[in-house]
């Protein structure tokens, strides 16, 4: 059972106040951290226990520079068997649908029976790349999984769906699952792991290695130009309380108890 899972590294944006950069169109970085994607925690993890559990390998693959070796070394050090970064400045400025086009070009030439990816990424949020790349490779996919299992050729899927339903669904293999997160606990990775993890083969290849024309990734190849971005004004009906715990804790009761929530 090969599995490829991919990675990103993403701003670590869940606890940090984000300003808007000069040019409009993204955040500033500046001083923010990076992190492996959240929900690619997941699906590293899912991938690891998959091949644990049945045999074969797991190949994680990220599209990114030198620093996002980060988040291909973490996964080999939970147990990921080779890395593959796809890099070139060509790909730099890439949509969501270049980054697709730039996996499915680069796991043509790799063997594998299931590929996973996250739900979604934890910066952007498009949640474009799973099912984009899956109908670029001509594979069955499902978003949203919640469980995950594999027998006979047949991956079987838990996964959300619209109104708090869950469905569970088979798909033949090859297929691509997207991961929501909660699917599983992500294995700890210690710093000492990582570095053992450095003598993992990790590889890297450009537009030429893999066969794409470089206009048809980057900002050549962009189907959906940011054209702004921009904090939401407050909404109106939103009120900060003001106070130390025992005033705040004190209004707010009283707010339910007006609007008849207590
Ligand atoms: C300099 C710059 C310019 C950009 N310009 C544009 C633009 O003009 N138009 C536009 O639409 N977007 C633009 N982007 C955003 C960028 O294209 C998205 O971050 C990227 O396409 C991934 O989309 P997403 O985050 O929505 O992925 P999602 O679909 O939300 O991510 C889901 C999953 O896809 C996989 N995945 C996503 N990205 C990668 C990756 N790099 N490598 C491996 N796996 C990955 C991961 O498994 C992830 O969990 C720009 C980004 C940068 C840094």
Redesign the pocket.
């Known amino acids: 059972m090969d599995i490829i899972v991919?990675?990103?590294r993403v701003p670590d944006v869940a606890e940090a106040e984000v300003d808007i950069d000069s040019s409009g169109r993204?955040i500033q970085l500046g001083t923010l951290g990076y992190v492996i994607?959240e929900?690619?925690n997941f699906?590293v993890e899912a991938a690891v226990s998959l091949v644990e559990e049945h045999g074969g390998k797991v190949t994680a693959?990220?599209?990114?520079g030198e620093d996002d070796e980060d988040v291909l070394r973490r996964a080999l050090a939970m147990g990921a068997d080779e890395a593959l970064c796809l890099t070139d400045p060509a790909f730099?400025?890439?949509?969501?649908f270049?980054?697709a086009n730039i996996?499915s070009k680069a796991i043509a030439d790799i063997p594998y029976d299931l590929v996973l990816?996250?739900?979604?990424?934890g910066?952007?949020?498009?949640?474009?790349?799973?099912p984009m790349l899956a109908a670029m490779a001509g594979i069955p996919h499902v978003c949203l999984a919640t469980e995950l299992s594999v027998d006979a050729g047949t991956a079987r899927v838990r996964h959300e769906v619209e109104g708090g339903l869950e469905r569970v669904v088979e798909l033949d293999l090859p297929a691509l699952v997207?991961v929501q997160t909660g699917m599983n606990e992500p294995r700890y990775v210690s710093v000492l792991g990582i570095r053992k993890a450095r003598r993992k083969p990790l590889t890297a290849a450009g537009a030429a290695e893999i066969g794409i024309a470089p206009d048809s990734v980057g900002?050549a190849g962009?189907r959906?130009?940011?054209e702004e971005m921009f904090l939401p004004p407050k909404g109106e009906a939103a009120e900060i309380l003001q106070g130390d715990d025992e005033d705040t804790v004190a209004a707010l009761v009283e707010r339910l108890r007006q609007q008849g929530g207590v």
């Open positions: 991919c990675v990103k993204g994607n929900w690619d699906a693959i990220t599209v990114g730099d400025g890439s949509d969501s270049g980054i996996l990816t996250g739900a979604v990424s910066d952007v949020g498009g949640g474009r790349v799973g997207t900002p962009t959906v130009t940011v």
